[in-house]
């Protein structure tokens, strides 16, 4: 069976230009909304005649609000996808150890037929952060992966004899398909993503944010604040986080293929001594 690089393409932007978008989209909102603001100030004649109050401040303040809560369910979001990218490959590197171990249960010479297939295997299944570099290379990757995967189930049937006890071939079977379930769950787990339209709608949401802020620092009379600029470069890191979040093998928030590695080298590392 063929696997083609479409049929899981890496992301369409790197994490380094979103970032670069969400601080310079957000400034500039702020930057746009005071200059406008002024515009309006000046014309409306509030340097002459200040008004006891600004139109809208409340709605501002409700629309920073529903800001705060966007931001809450979606850094919750985020981190729990991180999350489970990380407990699947724990998984992972339990199933296959311990279908290791259990083939110790097998006579030769499907014992060490089915051992070494499973270490082939492991190997594959560490993800390199270059995985993601282009669509050929996480097809290749794909391929590699599943192409080995294949392998594991029929070693397993013809490791069993009609005279192994019923309980190892029990053992034997239940650990292969582990194994074979453990890589759906990671792989579902790492194309598990916020949507994005709703990435989009939080970032938009957030510039207009950073645009009232500075259009109502204009129509108070103000200058253009630093605060409304904190305010700006606050809601891009959060946002930011976010996106970081999303991408597991770029960013400074990454799974860690560690487990994975020492999986793969201890299972190594017993092939050689036998």
């Known amino acids: 069976m063929e696997y083609t690089a479409l049929q899981i393409a890496p992301p369409y932007f790197s994490l380094v230009f979103l970032i670069s978008v969400v601080f310079v989209a957000l400034p500039v909102a702020a930057l746009v909304g005071w200059l406008l603001g002024r515009r309006s100030f000046l014309s409306l004649g509030y340097d002459k005649s200040p008004p006891s109050s600004i139109s809208g401040e409340d709605t501002s303040n409700a629309i920073l609000a529903l800001l705060g809560l966007l931001l809450a369910f979606t850094f919750g979001f985020s981190l729990s996808h991180a999350e489970k990218r990380k407990v699947a490959q724990l998984e992972e590197a339990t199933a296959i150890s311990t279908a290791f171990v259990r083939a110790d249960l097998l006579e030769e010479p499907g014992r060490s037929a089915l051992r070494e297939k499973i270490g082939l295997y492991a190997e594959t299944r560490v993800i390199d952060n270059n995985v993601l570099a282009s669509a050929d290379t996480m097809g290749s990757y794909l391929q590699q992966t599943l192409?080995?995967?294949?392998?594991?189930?029929?070693?397993?049937?013809?490791?069993?004899?009609?005279?192994?006890?019923?309980?190892?071939?029990?053992?034997?079977?239940?650990?292969?398909?582990?194994?074979?379930?453990?890589?759906?769950?990671?792989?579902?787990?790492?194309?598990?993503?916020?949507?994005?339209?709703?990435?989009?709608?939080?970032?938009?949401?957030?510039?207009?944010?950073?645009?009232?802020?500075?259009?109502?620092?204009?129509?108070?009379?103000?200058?253009?604040?630093?605060?409304?600029?904190?305010?700006?470069?606050?809601?891009?890191?959060?946002i930011c986080v976010v996106l970081d979040f999303e991408r597991t093998r770029e960013g400074f928030i990454r799974v860690s293929p560690t487990i994975m590695q020492v999986t793969s080298a201890e299972i190594n590392a017993a092939l050689a001594a036998e």
């Open 147 to 238: 192409k080995a995967q294949e392998e594991l189930w029929p070693a397993a049937l013809n490791a069993i004899t009609p005279g192994t006890p019923p309980a190892v071939a029990v053992l034997i079977t239940s650990g292969m398909t582990d194994v074979l379930d453990a890589h759906t769950r990671r792989l579902a787990a790492g194309v598990d993503a916020i949507p994005v339209a709703a990435k989009s709608v939080l970032l938009l949401y957030a510039a207009l944010v950073a645009f009232l802020a500075g259009n109502n620092s204009a129509l108070r009379g103000r200058g253009l604040s630093w605060r409304t600029f904190v305010l700006s470069v606050t809601l891009s890191m959060v």
